[in-house]
Structures are given as structure tokens and as C-alpha cells.
């Protein structure tokens, strides 16, 4: 009787990026098994524009983790370098650890976890997906936003949410300051509930945190004379 | 004994300085509008071509066989882009054109075997549909993209900057961005769209590469990848493209066109187009990747003999945007009255920015743009591109050439003392390089 496997394990030690890609894209071809990457090294462009896979990573990944892909299920056990998400359409991607710069950078859809801290520039251009960091964000977080949810359980460096168009900002810390057109709005049942609901999965408690609520003031959505003081 | 009045203008406040002085005061804000840089620049005019007559063999200017086959993206893609003639069509958002011009460019370059180039609002299905080859733009703005239509392009070209605004961002106001726009670039509809001026995930070259690693793994390492930068910095910053692991590097000078920036960028920054270029092949003769890594120019090329003249110098292609909408109608003399309601007249409209185009190219009006029929868009732009092509095919013939390839730097000497330095070319009838000699 055959026997059929219930994870794939590659081995990243003596492969090119391209030989871990074209396994994980076979995969995702073929059969929805899922597959478990070992010493990925902190290698960049690990599982980019890839379609529907479950993949487990054991140790730390570069750039663009999961960039470009579209209904995926990764999780990464360890750090993550730039860009860990970028343009994701839909799926999830968790990172069991902190992440670099530009986390999530215009992901459409789907939802990153970061269960740590990101650095600066996270949730940039962010188009439609939910971007979770248990920790800090750095500055320029959630810059050109226009769409989408970014909860922050800790602090946010500065220039939040700086030239958003739309979406919300949940931080639960301190703001260091907010960018360009962007204004603090009062919370109401509804963001409380959206925040439990996220959180509670990740095993947060919400109510732990003093979540305020970031929105996009609409002071820039028309140019015109003498609005300087807004940049 | 009457007589005329002599009236006097001060070269300091000419009418239109005190025209923009006065505009300024009204609006409280720098000036912002459609087309290119208005001022002259040194160009591809001030150059000349050396024909043949006793040291070279011409060959026969209408019948003899002239190749325009253009390879770009030779240097790691599987798929390069092969085109049939060395002319493509310049990225150009679904947003700042409308529905009716891209389809028409779509079709026209198709009609050619050429490329056309999405732009700052995604892929446009029609406009997938209606090109046979298309090149897929990642802009700072990533508006619309994603890996669905990225599979889909024939090329990438990573969009660094543009030659009407190097180091701004695109600008699209509000009235243009109507409830498809909005939709395709997941903004509220009716709101201005300023892009950013610099990419979300990448800053430095360094990254770049990575990025580019990205892209290539994304599509399988199959198509070329292009990156394409406004015209300032141009060795130090082609020679990082290339570093950074550009299959071709996309040039636009100055004389570069938009759909909507501030006025102060179009006139005031960047180099023209011709220094540009010469700029651009010596960086890939230094490093040794010429030839290697194609080099496609663009910025205000409106000719043949433009075209013919990029070659010469080392391009090995050309790209045209603004002149293509000229070709399907812009600034014709039609629609009068529309052109007075926005203040103008034919052959002055730079009002792409107000989204009332008065012939429809560059509005979301549906009225308007009715007024731009695509098959008769389709048929003036293919007619141009072939004229184009017929010009460049008769200057390399009477050159000697049976490849418009095989135009030389050799070909050329320069009119003017400043198109001689810009060239490094030989002022006309004598030896002398400014600059060199």
C-alpha cells in the first residue's frame, strides 16, 4: 500500500533559490501537501509567486518572503528581512520572530502576522490586507496606505500613517508622532470587536492594550492653495 | 504723422513670466499641467547625417532590403522581446489616457510588432488583449499590480523615475479618477492621486537587485527585465541598473511627456534627451556591457530621422509617448470651441491634467471620448509608426546600412557647438569636438 506523505521537507543547505522555488511551485502544481523548508539561512525571495501551498519555514528568511503570492499558508520560525508579504493577494504568512523594513509593503489582500517587532516603513502602500505586529512598528509605518487594517499591539515610531487615503490604524502603545493627513479618531464597539477577533487568535488579549484608532484626516484628498502646514 | 506704438517687453518679465507671476498669486500654489518641457533644448535636430558618395555605397532608398528586428532583454531572460521594428510604445496609465487610446496603442503597436507599456494604473484587460506584446510597468504607486497580470506581461519594466519629472511622483487629479480608475488602483473615487515618488519595498540598488531577484522568480526567470529612470545622474545611475541586474535600461530625457506634474519639474529638471543617450552608452562601454544590456531611449523623439539619430549614437530602440497621442489626434484642430473653454487653442493644449481633452485622448469623459474612435486612432498611429520606420529605413540606406542597426556614431556631425559637446560629435565640416579638440 503506498503511502502517502504528510509534509515534503526541503533542504535548503545545497540549493539555489531557484531549485527551492521551482520544488515549492511543483508542489503547489501538483498535490496541496505541505512542505517544510530546513535550513533556509536567511536566504532571499524564499516562496515568491507562488499559488495556493502550505509552507513551513525552520529558521530565518531574507527578502520578500512570500512577495507576490496568492492564496498561501507560510509560517516562518524565526526572523524575517525587508519586505516579508510584499503584494500578497490573499492566504496568510506568520512570523514566528521580528521583521525588517516594509512589512507587508502593498499587500492587496490576506494577513500577515508578525509576532514580534517590525521595522520601519511596515504596512507601506498597504492595498487591502491585515497587518498584525504583536510588538513595535518603526517610523514611516502604514506611509501611502489605501486600504486595509494595520493593528499594532506596541509602539509606532514616527510618522504614522503619513498620506494615507484610507483604512484604520490600531495602535496599542505610543505614537511617536502622526504623519501627513492623518488624525486620531475615538474607538468604538465596533473597532474593539475587530480587535478581538484578530487578536484572540494570535492569543492577545485586546483589552490588555490601550488601542487607539489612526484614519486618514481627508485634508489632502484635493489639492489646493495654502494647505503647506499638512505636509 | 502717426505712428505704430513700439511696444517693449522686459526679457526679465516677459508675458508669460508675469502670466505665471500672477497665476501663482491667485492660487497659492506652483503650477501644475500636462505635455512636456516647453523650453528648447539642444536635440536630435542639431545633429545631421554624413550620407554616402564616394567613400560609402548607398543602397537603393526604395527597394533594397533595410532589417529593423529589435532584440530587448537579451541578458538573462528566456523569452527576450523581439520586435520588428526598433520603435515601442511608452508606458502611459489607463487613467491619464483614456480607455478608447490605450486600446488604439495597444492595437497599433500590435499592427507593427511592436511593444506597448501599461502604466501607472495597472493592466487594463483590453489593453492585455489588444497587444500582442506588452511590457508591464512596476511603479513606486504599484497601483493595480499583481502577480495574476504579472504572469501575463511579455516584460517588465521597473519604472525609477520619468524624464517630464525625475524624482516626483505621478499625479492624477481627481477629476480623472472616476469610479474604473478608482477601482483598478483601490482609491476612493474622485480623490487626487499622487504617487510616490520612490518604491515601497526598495530604496537602494542594493536592494534593487533583490528585487529584480524577486520579479524573476516570480515569472520563472523567463521575461526581461527593463528599469527605467528619468534622465539626471545618467552614468552613475545606469552603471547601479546594471549592476543591479537590468536586462535593458529605459532612458527618458527632459523633453519627456505626462499626463500631470508641476511645471517647475518639466522645465527645471533632468538633461535633455540627446546628452542622455550618449551619457547612457558610454556607461555601457565602460563597464563593458554594451550590447549586452539593451538601451531603449525616449524623451520628445517626434521623427525618423529622430529615431535614426538615437540609433546612431548607440540606442537600440526608441520609445515614443506623447508623439503617438499626437499621431491619434492631440492638438488637432478640431472641437474648437472646447479648446477656448479651457483657454486655449490647437497646437497649445497642455490641459491633459483637467481630464477634458477636447479629442479624447486623455479624459474619462465617456462624451469625450467618443470623440477618439478606436479604429481610427488604431489606423493614424500605425500609419505613423510605419512612416517612422520608412524614414529611418531611407536615412540608413542612403547611410549604407542594411540594418538600421548598423548606424554609426561616424554618421553624425553636429550643427551647433553645444549639440557638438552634448554629442561629442564633430561640428559640421570640421574636426573639432567642443570640448575635446
Redesign the interface.
Known sequence: MQTIPQQIVIDCTNLT??EI??KL?ALAASESIPAKLLNPAGR??LA??I?QIAIAIDGPV???CG????NVNIEVFGDCG??VG??L?SGNITIHGNASA?TA??A?GGKICILGNAGP?AG??L??ATLIVSGNVGYGSA??M??GCMIVCGDAGANLAD?I??GAIFVGGEINSLGADAKLEPMNDTDWQLLEQELSALNISARDYNFKKVICAKQ???????DWGNY | MDSEKVLKTSSTYTPEAIAAIQERAELGRYMIRGYGAFRNVPRFDDLVFLTTSLTRLPLEGYREKCTTKTLIGTRYAQRPMELDIPITIAGMSFGALSYNAKVALGRAATLLGTSTTTGDGGMLPAEREASSKLVYQCLPSRYGFNPTDLKKADAIEIVVGQGAKPGGGGLLLGQKVNKVVAGMRTLPEGVDQRSPCRHPDWIGPDDLRIKIEELREATDWEIPIYVKMGATRVKDDVKLAVKAGADAIVLDGMEGGTAATQSIFQEHAGIPTLPALVQAVEALQEIGVYGEVQLVISGGIRSGPDVAKALALGADAVSLGTATLIAMGCNKPVYVEDYHKLGTEPYHCHHCHTGMCPVGITTQDAELMQRLPIEEATTYVANYLQSLVMEVQSLARACGKSDVHNLEREDLVALTLEASAMAKLPLAGTDFIMGQS
Open positions: 533559490t531557484r522555488n521551482q511551485k532571499h525571495n515568491v509567486g499559488t531574507g527578502y520578500y512577495g507576490l503570492s496568492d525587508w519586505s510584499e503584494n493577494m516594509n509593503a502593498s492587496h516603513r507601506i502602500s492595498k487591502g506611509f501611502m489605501q486600504q498620506s487615503y484610507e489632502l484628498y484635493h489639492f489646493k492653495a495654502k
